[in-house]
């Protein structure tokens, strides 16, 4: 299914911003490291691409919503890389840019209702899609699982190799945010104990995320919520947020994850969290194609 056995570079940079008061910020820049399989989709997809391999699928289907980066990255693979992908979509039908990209990266849409897509954690969901498509390898929701997470865990190694760059001699945690909790979770794997994960949610509490998490991993994390009310909300603070980030650093966000993610960082330090001389490195989960049609 194509050469994606090996792993982007990504680059570590500081961030200055005056609302860190002494902390020290880096960011890893996910989404720097290709112009369509962006962000942590890429450290996700070695792990489920090599499982297909392995069991001689010659596609994958998967699972998400008309804004998905992980089936944006997917199906941009599929076209890449020249395999059959299929996407089941939560909700009704919709031509939001996402799902416009997708049509034309040439993956197969279904899609589920509501109803349907919160059946996806059901015991026997993937029954009738294994017969429909007997050679594709069935993907969780965001790429998760422990392949995805397995994936995730070079990004450590990355960062590590350029404190240097930064005059860092070391880091005190880690900072992302969670939308099924698989990075995090590879994260933590990598980590073996030796720093913190911090995982902002950027979904609500229902979405499974700490159970997804419990059963990869245990321990050497803590989840924060940062979904701002619900999955998808953007509201007037968190939009002001992005733009005065962009201008004052030049690091484009998005309002779903990266946003979310970076003010929850800002509100923390605010309510005296990190002590000043802590350094962080936040990871960028890319995503930035999800920005289109959220205009406040």
Known sequence: ????????????????????????????????????????????????????????????????????????????????????????????PQDTPTVLDLKAFGMQLHWLGYGGYRARHAPDFWLAWREQYPHLHPVPEGGGGRAGATGCGGLVEQARAQLPTLGWSGYDGWWLAVGTGTTLAGLVMAEGGAHPVYGAMAVPDDHGVAQNVEAIVQGGYELLDASRGGFAKVDPVLLDFIEATEQACGLPLEPLYTGKALLALKQRIEAGRFTPGTRLIFIHTGGLQGRRGFTG
């Open 1 to 92: 299914m194509g050469p994606f056995d090996w792993l982007p570079h990504a680059p570590l940079e500081p961030l200055h911003l005056g609302w860190l008061k002494g902390v020290e910020l880096a960011v890893l820049r996910l989404d720097r490291i290709d112009p369509l399989i962006s962000g942590n989709k890429w450290f996700k997809l070695t792990g489920h691409l090599a499982q297909a391999q392995a069991l001689a699928a010659s596609g994958i289907i998967s699972l998400g919503g008309a804004y998905s980066n992980h089936l944006h990255a997917l199906a941009a693979a599929g076209q890449r890389l020249g395999f059959p992908t299929v996407g089941l979509l939560r909700g009704h």
